[in-house]
Structure formats: structure tokens, C-alpha cells
């Protein structure tokens, strides 16, 4: 996969470009916003990391240039400005994910994946937490110790709420919306009951309690 | 004395107050000194012409003289009566009482007002001589007809007497009114926190102090102004130094990553921590001076148990690590009018605090509840907690207790302090355990009325 890389500063660019070789990608790099555009006319490219403090020519008017002719590019936002204007008008102006600095490597490896499989319109059927992954299509989950475990559709429906988002906290209140419907008669320990059970085959550590909050299970692992 | 000395050179108020008063208590004295002595000696001719009216009556009249014979009758007063006589009819040998009429006035007496001494008592004496050729004298006791004079002389006092204190208030209402406008306005300025420096309205002050305030109102821009180049300078400097911050992390990142020996890779750890940290100090700089910038937010209605669940969400891994049980203790979730960034980034740092200072397998507990006109946030943890005589410190920035070897930023509670102090919301720290004197409870009480 072919990375335009446009920043300014050489230390960071010296590194992302390094690590984007690391990590199997062929990278361009270049320094301002004018040298970008021109890259961008004459080669094609699967993603452009931009930088918004740019030399010459700001990144969100090349963001803007980039847009207006009909460059549908996937393109991923990186700068020190964290200011909720800035973020706005970049993901506004078509920008598909803003990255503030100073950020890891691997969340940038993981924003760029992220970026790519949604452009790419073919989301994995699977959803995973690192610890826990459910497989939506044949409704199994696996953990580290166990694969392929059946689950009942409320389990299903329980376990893939909370894989959505890992790490959002759910209400009772918000698991009951999103497993029965309107007018059903909801049991007052009917979530209890499913969380016990999901713990009983899965581990106890993957659902996690929030006193208080609802259940989560962790972000990354 | 010299107290009272110092208050009225430094006071205009009271200099002003004393001045008038004394004026008025001087124009007052000698208003009533003019009255009383003409008053007196108006008197004293209303008597006079009295004693001449009786000469007249007499005169006209061909009254004949019979003097009393022993007998008082009922109403003769012996000091203030009148006495008509022939002049030369008491020629009373004694000479030693003013009882007997007729007086032994002296027979030479002459014509007109005279002041006589009979018996050692003072008379003034009138002597006419009549159509008949008589020489008769009209005399009443001087005592008597000062007694008179006096009476009415202080009557004529009686309006400076009741006009004086009456005007002395007056004086102080006034002088005090005319002050108000000052003393509104200290205690205006008086009760502005820290960050209003917005200009004092100068319209409904009177002209003399005017060009004062207009100079503190420029004083005021200037300090605002420089307040806000320093509060700038922070940020910005906090982010420059991103970029040289994320090559130093992308680099260390990538060294990590290369194959080293294990010896190398274990010097290693404590770079990343320490580049991690410095990332978490600009990041809480950068939250300081947003704290602190007075640009306008936007209010909406905010539910804090929706912030607490964003704030669990962010901070969960951390508590995780130590194994802390961290939750939420009220059921009632309480919603109001505020900046979601900043009760989130109010919440985020006491609770990001309260995680830090607590030894793993501790408690951290959230909970809101409404009182009347606010909303109360308590935060408490089963940690050392903060001795009282540091409490008060703990707000400044970069201020660490004793004994804590916690790798915070130190700009939590100074960022908590700074929103606080924004938004008109009050802090209070004590113990979660008041007995043993443990854990920290941090109770933040929001202004709900605020629109």
C-alpha cells in the first residue's frame, strides 16, 4: 500500500516514514502542502497522513484542495492543534480521522487500518477486543483459551453491544433498549442473568462491572 | 487623638462631615448670641414702654393715689408688680425696705428712665411730670423685668436648638449618599475573582471620581492584556513542544521495536515513561490554559452521570491496574446548565487524582446530588488523603505533597481550581474517613441557577 506523508517537521517525518517501511507500507514523504498536491496529480496513493501546520500552504486548505477535485484519497489528519475548531473544520473539510499529537505509533498504525477497512467498505464480519472476539455471522465467540463457543441469541445480542464500542460503559437501562423491544416485559435481573451466563462460558474477567454504571468490556488488551 | 487625626487626613467622608458640622455649629452660635441679646433688649423696651404707658394712663386720666395699707390682695406679686408715687412721698427715714410703697426714691430724681438702688435692690423708675404740676414716678423691680427679658430671649433660641441637630443630620445623610457611589464601587471591585478584569462602568459615577476609574479601567486593560500574553505564551509554548515530544516518542517507539539486548531493552523502559510523562504534562498544560482562557462556551444541558460515565471510560484502564474498585454511588443521576469540556475536564482531573493517590485495591467513589440552587459533585477515595495544613496549597500549580512519589503532572487541582473559580463553582477537600483522618472527599458544589 502506497502512504503519501506530508509533515514538515523532519524529525517526526524521518520517523513515521521509518516506521510506515516497518510496518510493510511504501511511504512518500514530503514537506509542504504545494509539494503534496503535486504528489497526489501524479501518483496514486491508498492514504495521506496530513500534517495542518504546514509551510507555505496550510494542510486544511490542502485538505480543501484535495476535496475540491474530487479526490476521494482516504485521508487522516495529524497536528498539534487540538483546538475544537480545528478538528471540526478538518473532519468537516473531508478529513476521515484526526490524530493529535503526540500519539503512538501503533495508534497511528491502527487509525491508518481503521481509516482503510471503512473506505474499503468491507468491514470484518468479526468484532474483538483483543480479549473476546465474537464472529457475527456465525454467532460464536473466542477467547484466548477457548474458540468457536455457542452462545443463545440474547448472549449474542448482549456480547455484540458491548463489542461495538470496547471500553463504553452500558447501563442496564441502554442493554435492555437494545435487547428486547418495545413493550416486552423485562425481567428486573434479566441482564444479570445473561451477564452471568456469558461469564460462566467466557471467563469472568471479559464483562466487566462499573459500580454503579453498567457493564463494559475493556478497550484493548 | 492621634487616631482620630489620622481618620480625618485620610478620610474626604468624615473631613467633609466634621467641617460642615462645625461650620453649622459656629453660623448656629452666633445666630442664637445676635437673637438672644436682641431679644433681651427688646424686651426690656416693651417694659419700658410699658412703665410710660402707665405714666400716661395716670397722666390722662387725673388718677388720684392712695397707697396700700397693710393688706396684700390675691395675684400681687411683690417682685413683678408695678408701683405709681408721688416722688417725693416716701421719704421713708430707714431707707432700708422695698416692702413699704411708696419707695423712698430720691426727691431729685430726673425727668425720663432711670435705674434707682432701694434697699439694695435695683428699680427702674420712670418720672413724669403731670398736667397738675405733680413729678410722679412709674417703677417695677430691674430683677423682675430681667427675669422676663431672659425667658423670652432664650424662647427666641428655641428654633436654632431644634434646627441644629436636624441640620447635622442632614449634613451626614448627605455627605453619606454622596460617598455611596465610592463605597458601591470598592465593594463591586471588592467581590471580582481573580480573572474579571473587564472594565468598571464609569456612567453613573460623579465627575470627580471619573478620570480616577477611567485610569484603573486602563490599568485594568493592561494587566488583562499582559495576563493574557502569559496565559498565551503557556500555551504556546506547551505546543511547540509537541512536535519535538512525538518525534522523541515515534523514535523511542521505533527503538523499542529493533532487537536489543535484554539489558538494553530494561534502560529502555524508563525513557518511554519519562517521554510519556512529558506528554502528560504538556497535555495538562495545555488543559490549564483552556481552563483558564476566557473565551466564551458553549452552556447546554448536561447530565452528570453521562460525564461520569465518559470520565470512568477514559480512566478505567488505570484503575484496572492498580485494582481499584471505582464506581458510582448515587442512583439519582441530577442534570444542569454547563460547559460539557468543563465538567468533564473537572471530573476527569479529581478523579484522575483520586486513582493516582490511591494504593491499589483501594475505593474511589462518584456521586452527585442536587441541593437547593446547586448541584454537589463528591469524589472520594480511600487513600492517605491530604493533611489540612496542605489543603489550602494543593491548588497551586505544581505543588506536590510530602511523601507522594505519584509521577503526576502536578496541575490537576490547579486546572480544577481554574474552572472552579470560572464558573462561580466552590470546592471543599476533607477526609472520606473524618475519624482516622484518611482518604480524600472532594466536594464540588455547581451554581445550577446559572443561565
Known sequence: MRILLVEDDSMIGDAIQRALSDASYAADWVKNGLSGLAALDTHHYDLVLLDLGLPGKDGLDVLATIRERNNPVPLLIITARDSLDDRLRGLDGGADDFLLKPFNMAELLARMRAVLRRKGGNALPVLSNGVVSLDLLSKQATTVELSDIALSSREFALLQALLIRPGAILSRCELEERLYGWGNEVESNAIEFLIHALRRKLGSHVIKNVRGMGWMVSRNA | MDGVKKRLSESVQ?????????AILLVALIASGFAFVSAFEEAHEQQDDTLRQVAILFDRQHMTLQYPQGTTIDGDDEE???????LGDGIDPSGLTDEVIPLPFPANLAEGLSTVEVAGEAFRV?????????????????????????????????????????LLLVVGDLV?????????????????????????????????????????????????????????????????????????????????????????RERLLPLSRGIERGRQLIDQLL????????????????????????????????????QLDIGVESTQDVHL??????????????????IRYTPAGGRVDLSVASAPGAVKLLIQDSGPGIPLEEQA???????????????????????????????????????????????????????????
Open chain 2, 14 to 22: 468624615l473631613r467633609l462631615s466634621v467641617a460642615l458640622s462645625l
Open chain 2, 80 to 86: 413683678s408688680r408695678l408701683i405709681i408715687q408721688h
Open chain 2, 126 to 166: 420712670l418720672v413724669r411730670t403731670t398736667a397738675n404740676g405733680e413729678r410722679i414716678a412709674v417703677a417695677q423691680e430691674s430683677d423682675a423685668r430681667d427675669n422676663d427679658a431672659r425667658e423670652s430671649a432664650w424662647r427666641s433660641l428655641l428654633p436654632f436648638l431644634m434646627l441644629f441637630p436636624v
Open chain 2, 176 to 264: 453619606r449618599k454622596l460617598f455611596r457611589p465610592i463605597a458601591s464601587l470598592s465593594a463591586e471591585i471588592d467581590q471580582r475573582a481573580e480573572q474579571e478584569l473587564h472594565p468598571i462602568h464609569e456612567q453613573h459615577l460623579p465627575t470627580e471620581i471619573r478620570p480616577f476609574v477611567v485610569a484603573i479601567n486602563r490599568l485594568l486593560a493592561r494587566v488583562a492584556r499582559s495576563m493574557d500574553n502569559q496565559r498565551r505564551f503557556v500555551a504556546d509554548a506547551a505546543h511547540e513542544l509537541r512536535s519535538p515530544m512525538t518525534a522523541l516518542s515515534l523514535q523511542a517507539e521505533r527503538l523499542a521495536a529493533t532487537h536489543m539486548s535484554s539489558q538494553t
Open chain 2, 287 to 322: 488543559s490549564l490554559a483552556a481552563a483558564q482562557s476566557e473565551a466564551a462556551r458553549d452552556q447546554s444541558v448536561v447530565s452528570v452521570h453521562e460525564i461520569y460515565r465518559q470520565v470512568l471510560e477514559d480512566l478505567l484502564p488505570l484503575a484496572e491496574c492498580k
Open chain 2, 337 to 354: 446548565t454547563f460547559n460539557r469540556m468543563d465538567l468533564f475536564t473537572l471530573v476527569k482531573n479529581l478523579v484522575d487524582n483520586a
Open chain 2, 393 to 451: 496549597r494543593v491548588f497551586d500549580p505544581f505543588y506536590r505533597g510530602l511523601g507522594t512519589d505519584e509521577a503526576g503532572s502536578g496541575l490537576g487541582l490547579s486546572i480544577v481550581k481554574a474552572i472552579t473559580e470560572r464558573t462561580g463553582a466552590r470546592v471543599q477537600l476533607s477526609f472520606t474517613d473524618t475519624a482516622q483522618q484518611r482518604g480524600l472527599s472532594v466536594t464540588v458544589w455547581l451554581d445550577s441557577t446559572r443561565t
